[in-house]
């Protein structure tokens, strides 16, 4: 009844001061909301148990090799299967693109190489026919594959016949056996799922491939006794690799990890850890702003406290009673919170569905959950602590004597004084490290979107495919198949012109007449395996000559390198016919210079100048790959450019393997753009909501400590003081937070920033920091100082006889 | 005697949520140097809003006032500051000693609003108020370990700091009990025996009987105005 009683005279409180009430909840709603979106996001991102039957006991294995990210190679899961006691399903697969021909075009869909037991791990049953058997994967197996639903009601109207009836994958005729239910993509974003062939099995000696790989402990079994033991068994297989194959030990770890873990690298919990400490630091925020709005409306009540305290209320019902309106706001915030990070999340579903075209891994199914709820639940908690609870109880503890005595506060407006000063403090710091952090993020994003990469793409498609070897043994009939395929496509009205560009790898150089004393002397560039005109990719020759038909095998080794190269070693002279050695893998070779073209982004140093890297483009006819990156540029307006390459190759031969679909040469970079884009809005809305709050919050601390003063301020007027040594008396004091904040926040952001630095090396000039931190000093101290002005403003324009009367 | 302050016809009105409440309604009134006024009247009837107008505390709705010859009705809220710094020395019921400043930094405060004081000036100066009320010795302390008496008679030192023309005080004694109020009557009686003019507002006829003069005010309206003679003290320097 009590309770009630106080509930009703706190919901009446809320209603008479309608905007405060839309204050606190606004700064309450942001910081919530923002530290439960980035939970929830980030929670689906890695941490989430798969929406599959026994989603939670689903594990990716990875393997940590001295450290850094690797795969197992199908010979270590086979040596490696029989020996583990504690793994309950074990077994490997491969991600790929499949291509399906209809006639004469076709599609392209992301699919899933698997054997027997892959769908059984999953836990799904397919809705048509039967899923892969042993029978499948045995060597020369008739081709089987499954096809999801949704390739099923669009390719096929969802025809029941369709069991048994052949389709054309990658030009293999393949026989469908099995339809899998809506939205199944497992292991990721597959849409068909063919065999992996027991083949891989075979002992390949030390060249066997490497394929991702699942398990599922046996239950009873921790995941750390399972990594050890499967840690321990493949340490026994490497070490004897190492006396079979005197190949260099390297330390090995075996991890289980979720899918989506695995699928950001490791690095998952590290992005998790610092975007959540983000967030949470802008609840923190919140919770201080809501929790000196209200401590303030509790200062208001000291007088009524102390009053019902001495007529003997106890702390207990004291505390209750001025809970409550902290409690009702939290409760409200809370509420409205998960309404707002609901919708934040369902739009963030969409925008991501329409951005990608093959929707994602199938994880990324972003919206309200019970992890997300019960996190919801725990940040209202928190914030009712933070923000109710001990402001309240502090109020209720207070020296009653002191507060009755007289009306002049004493002691605890001295005691509320300091509290706010440091919170003032504190927001300073909090907001400067945001701003800081923000624009340094921002920063990297603008550098990567507006990077100058030095080639032109626009029209560009790519193909990335491999010549098997096994058919085309000899250099030079993967060199003559390689030449039929440009040739297929330049045929093509719509083809300008065709290059092909392999990365070979950053490789040393050596320069005639140089001594190099040390290893980590020698030069390095990236070199470029080409055939045809580098201009095909907007690489242009500026002097010399190009390849042509007479470099040959036999012919002296040419070389094209890149202006920051020529004007390196070469500075007040023609690099034309100028010579080096270049080093390609055990052998060396000398190289003559017959031309020079301009500048390219090198893959190597992304975030670098363009001319901080050299290029060395030599001829993909006297250095022959069986991995091609074949590009070719279109007329604008050219539709269904990929089919052009599809054509050619299917013209030429079926069983080339394309290692990635045929698109835009942009599409991977602009994705990548986009991204960058969006984190770097992301960060900036993040940002600059942290700011509003930080104002609001500032703004709101100084109005009540200066309302706090108003009878002070009334007695300072009424013997003499003016308006402006009132001013500048606050001026300073807020000042002196600032400076103490700002200060804090700028000796952490000069250790990040070397720390940056390093870590970057020496990206942004040293310069720039110091700009950064001025500006963000600067910008935040004006902010800071119009936030102290502006109720300084309004206290002093208050009459001194009125501010007198003012309890 | 001349005339230190002159109101002519002045009306004071307060506006809070759209009702107007007349404090003050045609109020004439001159007081002369020297002089010690005591004001009475029941709780509500416009005695503060007077005295804060006095003080240049607020300034009247409607009506002239001048102060040492000085038209002061129309002056800005800095030009207000300025006088009530050099001219104008206030005691409240409540005390209003700042809780955050000793006792001598409470009562320096006047003088640190002036210009051109010097700090060996405010030193001595503080010394001597303090010493007039006897209080020196608790200087270095906050107003809070002070009882209620020695805080209204740091107030009081306050007031006089900065050699004002006139001491307005607004039932000085109301928050005191009958020992400390006797105290701090009897400064003002010396006060006004060492030649300055008070204005005092006060509840206790008996207080009320100590002045040379005593107002009585009703609904805002001055409705008496009588000499005491039987006053026991006279000043020695009236209307010089
Ligand atoms: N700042 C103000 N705002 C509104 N009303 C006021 C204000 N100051 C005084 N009043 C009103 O003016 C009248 C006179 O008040 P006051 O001068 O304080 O009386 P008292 O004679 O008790 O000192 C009262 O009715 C009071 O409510
Ligand atoms: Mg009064």
Redesign the interface.
């Known amino acids: 009844m009590l309770m009630f009683l106080d509930i009703k005279y706190a919901i009446r409180q809320l209603f008479k001061s309608p905007r405060f009430t839309a204050m606190t909840l606004f700064v309450l709603i942001g910081g919530l909301s923002i530290s439960l979106f980035t939970f929830s996001f980030l929670y689906s991102t890695v941490y989430k148990p798969l929406s599959l039957p026994n989603g939670d006991s689903i594990k990716a294995v990875t393997i940590l090799k001295n450290g850094n990210f690797d795969m197992l190679t199908a010979n270590d899961f086979t040596q490696m299967k029989d020996e583990l006691n504690t793994l309950a399903e074990f077994g490997i697969y491969q991600e790929s693109t499949t291509r399906v021909s209809i006639e004469d075009s076709g599609k392209s869909y992301s699919s899933a190489r698997v054997r027997e037991g892959f769908f059984k791990f999953a836990g799904v049953e397919p809705i048509l026919g039967r899923t892969i058997n042993a029978e499948d994967t045995v060597v020369g197996a008739n081709p089987v594959a499954l096809i999801s639903e949704e390739i099923w009601q669009s390719d096929y109207r969802g025809n029941n016949e369709i069991i048994g009836s052949t389709i054309i994958l990658d030009g293999v005729v393949t026989e469908i056996v099995g339809v899998m239910p809506a939205e199944y993509r497992f292991p990721n974003t597959a849409r068909l799922w063919t065999t992996l062939s027991d083949d891989v099995l075979k002992p390949e000696g030390n060249n066997s491939a490497w394929h991702r790989s699942y398990a599922r402990v046996k239950s009873g079994v921790t995941i750390t006794q399972a990594e050890q033991e499967m840690t321990q068994v493949l340490r026994q297989i490497h070490q004897e690799n190492v006396k079979l194959y005197q190949i260099e030990p390297s330390d090995l770890q075996v991890k289980l990890m979720t899918f989506q873990m695995a699928q950001t690298g490791g690095e998952g919990s590290i992005v998790f850890s610092f975007l959540n400490a983000v967030a949470l630091m802008i609840l923190l925020l919140a919770c201080i702003n809501v929790g000196n709005l209200l401590l303030a409306r509790t200062l208001d009540k000291q007088k009524e406290t102390a009053i019902r305290s001495a007529l003997g209320a106890n702390s207990v019902r004291l505390v209750s009673q001025l809970m409550w309106e902290g409690v009702l706001i939290a409760l409200l915030g809370g509420f409205l919170s998960v309404l707002l990070v609901a919708a934040a999340l369902d739009y963030t579903n969409m925008a991501l569905q329409s951005w990608i075209p093959s929707g994602g891994s199938f994880w990324w199914r972003y919206g309200m959950d019970g992890a997300t709820l019960g996190m919801a639940v725990v940040f209202t908690l928190v914030t009712i602590l933070l923000s109710s609870f001990l402001p309240a109880w502090r109020s209720a503890n207070q020296d009653i004597n ?1 507060t009755l005595r ?6 605890q ?2 005691k509320a004084g300091r509290l706010s000063r440091l919170l003032v403090t504190t927001q300073v710091f909090l907001v400067a490290i945001l701003m800081l952090i923000g624009s340094i993020s921002a920063y990297i994003a603008h550098s990567f979107i507006n990077i100058e990469l030095g080639d032109d793409y626009s029209h560009v498609m790519s193909a990335r495919f491999q010549i098997p070897t096994d058919k085309y043994p000899s250099e030079k009939q993967q060199l003559n198949l390689t030449q039929e395929l440009i040739q297929q496509v330049k045929q093509h009205p719509s083809v300008v012109d065709v290059v092909t560009n392999n990365w070979a790898g950053t490789r040393k150089l050596y320069l005639d007449n140089k001594e190099y004393l040390r290893d980590t002397e020698v030069p390095t560039a990236d070199v470029i395996q080409t055939i045809g005109p580098l201009a095909t990719v907007g690489v242009n020759l500026t002097i010399g000559r190009n390849f042509n038909v007479r470099d040959t095998q036999q012919t002296r080794k040419v070389a094209l390198i890149s202006e920051s190269m020529a004007k390196r070693y070469w500075p007040n002279e023609s690099a034309i016919d100028k010579s080096f050695t270049l080093e390609l893998g055990e052998e060396k070779h000398k190289m003559s210079v017959v031309g020079v073209v301009s500048n390219r982004m090198n893959p190597s140093t992304m975030f670098g100048k363009i001319d901080a890297a050299d290029e060395i483009y030599i001829s993909g006819q006297q250095f022959i790959a069986s991995y091609q990156v074949f590009f070719y540029r279109v007329l604008p307006g050219t539709e269904n450019a990929d089919e052009v390459f599809y054509r050619a190759m299917f013209n030429t031969d079926r069983s080339i393997e394309l290692t990635y679909q045929v698109q835009p040469a942009e599409q991977n970079r602009n994705k990548m753009r986009e991204s960058m884009a969006l984190l770097s809005n992301i960060t900036f809305i993040t940002g600059f909501f942290a700011l509003l709050l930080a104002l609001v919050g500032i703004y709101g601390l100084t109005a009540n400590a200066v309302a706090q003063r108003t ?2 301020v ?12 009132i001013t500048l008396m606050f001026l300073k004091q807020g000042g002196k937070q600032l400076v103490i904040g700002l200060g804090l926040a700028l000796l952490c952001f000069a250790l990040m920033a070397m720390g940056f630095h390093q870590f970057t090396e020496q990206l942004f000039p040293v310069m720039s920091y110091y700009v950064l931190a001025i500006s963000v000093a600067l910008g935040l101290s004006i902010i800071v100082m119009i936030a102290i002005f502006m109720p300084t403003k309004r206290a002093i324009q208050m ?4 501010a ?1 009367r003012y309890e | 005697m001349s005339a230190l302050i002159t109101l002519e016809n002045i009306s004071k009105s307060f506006l809070t949520e759209d009702i107007e409440t007349r404090a003050l309604q045609q109020v004439s009134l001159t007081i002369s140097q020297g002089e010690y006024l005591s004001l009475t009247g029941q709780s509500g009837c416009g005695k503060s809003t007077l005295l804060s107008l006095l003080g240049l505390l607020d300034s009247p709705t409607k009506g002239q006032y001048w102060l040492a010859g000085q038209d002061v009705s129309t002056l800005s809220r800095n030009e207000r500051a300025a006088i009530r710094c050099k001219k104008i020395g206030f005691v409240f019921q409540s005390f209003n000693l700042i809780s955050d400043l000793t006792v001598s930094e409470n009562v320096m405060l006047p003088l640190t609003y002036q210009s051109g004081v010097t700090s060996s000036y405010i030193k001595d100066k503080v010394a001597e108020v303090l010493a007039k009320v006897e209080m020196s010795h608790r200087a270095n302390h906050y107003p809070s370990q002070l009882s209620g008496g020695q805080q209204q008679r740091v107030a009081v030192a306050r007031a006089l700091v900065n050699t004002p023309d006139i001491i307005l005080a607004d039932e000085p004694t109301g928050n005191l009990d009958s020992k400390n109020a006797e105290a701090v009557m009897s400064l003002f009686d010396q006060l006004h025996q060492d030649g300055a003019t008070i204005c005092m507002v006060t509840h206790d006829p008996k207080s009320a009987k100590r002045a040379q003069r005593s107002l009585e005010m009703f609904d805002g309206q001055l409705v008496g105005d009588v000499k005491n003679t039987e006053s026991n003290f006279t000043p020695k320097a009236v209307g010089v």
Request: no cysteine; glycine share 14%; proline share 4%.
């Open positions: 002191t007289d009306g002049t506060r004493g002691a407006s001295k009878h002070e009334g007695i300072r007027r009424a013997i003499g003081a003016t308006d402006l040594s009459e001194p006889s009125v007198l």
